[in-house]
Structure formats: structure tokens, C-alpha cells
């Protein structure tokens, strides 16, 4: 179990010399530890996955509405709140996502999922713990605000719960001019930020391929056309994409496959095969371009299967663009907020080939994606998406701090 700790007690040491409005926030801060505390232990115990998060959801919206904001509900479980300052100026929109994962945990501590083969092993708990924490206090600072903040609760950010929201209406009324979040990151140490302007998280599609060929028996493969075979043609062939028809450097791609289905008996050559993966790139591009991964993917499974006298079916379920943080959001987070914020914090850049759907969001207004350190020093590490994922809890009051001053940075 991870307790506040060693990189609190830093912060804590630092607040004692500041004055004014900077001491007003870190009080807060303080105060408020136990409560964004209480927050993110109570959803890790109480996970739900997504467009199923009706208590979290709850518990969100009757947060705000005390805190004095506009709440609206957006697709089924997604909550927004709205502050509008009293002066005039620009929306901004920040984002928290609510939903767990299909995950049994593994860890043993008082917070542990109650939830059968349900936990939050993402850090989604913990956004939302900030994000509501940050707004109680932005919510007490209305009179200083030069604009809007939309504090956004995303569901099912797993399968692009951002698109629902979008087409919902939660870029508009007031109009949404510039986007920021964060993720919690394990694999960065406690004390650091990760952000870089350009992309950072791959825009990712899932592809499921459907392979028909014609049934058999395997002591004659001459009377059948076989999707076995078809299908370890077509996992061949579209490595191709990557290796020899893309610049490594400049267009990092990754095609991975993480499902095969086909068959009943070993000696029966089956009518089709289902394969399904993921296709991750690491460029702003555009998905139905002529050169674009997936353009080459179809073109490629299409010829493959027309050579070997086989039928297919190709469908990309979901998927979302690349996460392209904007040049001078990325400049003024890195000097205007992380940088005056704290001497102790460590600003890296970083980039992933994970995929994160907040890109709907950026790929729309400008936008700031960035990563918070949360990988305790000298404890094992467990990566995101693991049964035994958990995080620096020290780090909760970090988050909520540089959300609230970007938010005020920002409006000023």
C-alpha cells in the first residue's frame, strides 16, 4: 500500500515560504489531502466499467452541483460542470476519466476493488479524484476568472467515450477554445512530468478480419481453400507496413495482433478464420489518406486474400487520431505552470505508443495532454493495465495543484 509520504512532505516543506495567492492555493491543498484521498480510494474500491459508471457518475455531479457549477449529463454517464467566471475571456476545457477495467486485481490493501474481475488499473480513479478536488477550489475563485472552465468526466475513455461527449455538444454553449488533461504514469518516477509538444500518444484502430475461405478435410487441402493459411499469409504480409513502406523515424508504426479464432477439430480446415488487433502510429496523419496505415492495411489484406481465392471482410470497430499537443500550450504549460510551480518538479519529455482518446478532444481545439511521475522510488513497478497497477498516492495533491494553476494561468 502507498501512502502520502516522502514527495508530500517535499511539497509541504516548499509551501512554508510562499505568500499570497500561491500560499492561498497550497493551503487548500492541504486541507483538502485527505479528501481527494477519500476520492480516489472510495472509486478504486468501487470500480465500473464503462458507460456502466452510474455511482461514480453520481457522486461527481453532486460534487459540482454543491460546488456551485452547471451540471449536465452527457452520453449516459459522462458529467459535465460548467464555471463561468465573471469576466470575459476564452473556455477552457479540462478533463478527468471515470471508467475501470474488465481486470481481477491482485493487490491486497484496504482500497482493493470490491468488484469481481472489475478494478481500476489505469489511474482513471485518480483523475477523477483531482479534477473534482481542483474544481471545488477554481469554483471559490469565480470573481478572478477572465472565461470558462468545463470540468469534463469522461466515460468509457477505454472506447472513446470522448466521441459521445463530442457529439453530444460539450464543445459548445459556451464554444471550447483550448483542451488540457493528464494521466497518472507508473512508469515515470514521482517528482517528474512528462510533456512534449507534437504527438505523444498514438492514434490507435482496432481491426477485426474476417477470412472466408471454403471447408475441408485436411487429408485433401486441394479440395478446400483454406483461411488458416490465408490468415498466417495476412498477419505476414502486413508487417510489410512498418518495415519497408514507412520511415521508422518519422512514421513509428506498430500492427499487432491479439486475437486468432477459427476451427473446430485439427482435422477439419475450417469455412473462416477472425483475426483482431490494433494498428498504433505516432504521426498526425489522416486515417482514410491514400498513404495512411490504414489505407496500406486494406490494401494488403485485400491482395492477399484475392492471391489465395479467399473473400474478406474488413471492419475497424473504433479508433481514434494521434495525440498532437500544441506547440505553444506545450510552451506556456512547461514555463508558465510546471516550471514556476515547484523547483522540485522534474519536466522530461515523453512519448508512448499507448493510445488515449483525449485526442478527439485535441484533434479539435488546441490541446495539452501531459504525465504525472506516478512510480514510487524503490518499490516494483507495475506497468498500466496490470492485475497489480497501482500508483504514488503522494502525487494526488500534485495533480490537483497543477490543475489549478493552469486552469488560472491560463484565464488570466
Known sequence: MFLIADFADLIANSWTKMRGPLKDICQFIRDSREEVLHFRRDFHANPELGLAEHRTGKIVADYLSECGLEVCRLNSTGVVGLLRGEGKGPTLLMRADMDALPIQEENETIYSSTVDGVMHACGHDAHTAMLMVAAKYLSRRKSELNGNIKFVFEPNEENIGALGMIEEGVLDNPKVDACVGLHVWSPLESGKIGVKAGPVM???????????????????????IDPVLVSAAVIQAVQTIQTRELDALHEPTVIMFGSIAGGSAANIIPDSVTME?????????????????????????????????????????????????????????????????????????????????????????????????????????????????????????VGVELHIRTALEYLE
Open 202 to 224: 498514438a492514434g490507435m484502430q482496432h481491426f477485426k478480419i474476417t477470412i472466408t475461405g471454403k471447408g475441408g478435410h485436411t487429408a485433401t487441402p486441394q479440395s478446400a
Open 277 to 397: 488487433g490494433t494498428i498504433r502510429y505516432l504521426y498526425d496523419g489522416d486515417d482514410n489518406g491514400e498513404n495512411s496505415p490504414l489505407s496500406r492495411f486494406r490494401r494488403i489484406v485485400k491482395g492477399v486474400c484475392e492471391t489465395y481465392r479467399a473473400d474478406h471482410e474488413l471492419e475497424f470497430p473504433y479508433g481514434h487520431p494521434t495525440v498532437v499537443n500544441d506547440p505553444s500550450f506545450s510552451s506556456f504549460f512547461t514555463s508558465r505552470v510546471a516550471g514556476k510551480m515547484l523547483p522540485e518538479l522534474e519536466v522530461e519529455p515523453l512519448v508512448t505508443l499507448a493510445g488515449e482518446d483525449f485526442s478527439e478532444f485535441a484533434s479539435r481545439v488546441p490541446g495539452l495532454f501531459y504525465f504525472l511521475g506516478a512510480g514510487k522510488p524503490g518499490v516494483e513497478i507495475f506497468p498500466h493495465h496490470h492485475p497489480r497497477f497501482d500508483i504514488d498516492e503522494s502525487i494526488l495533491e
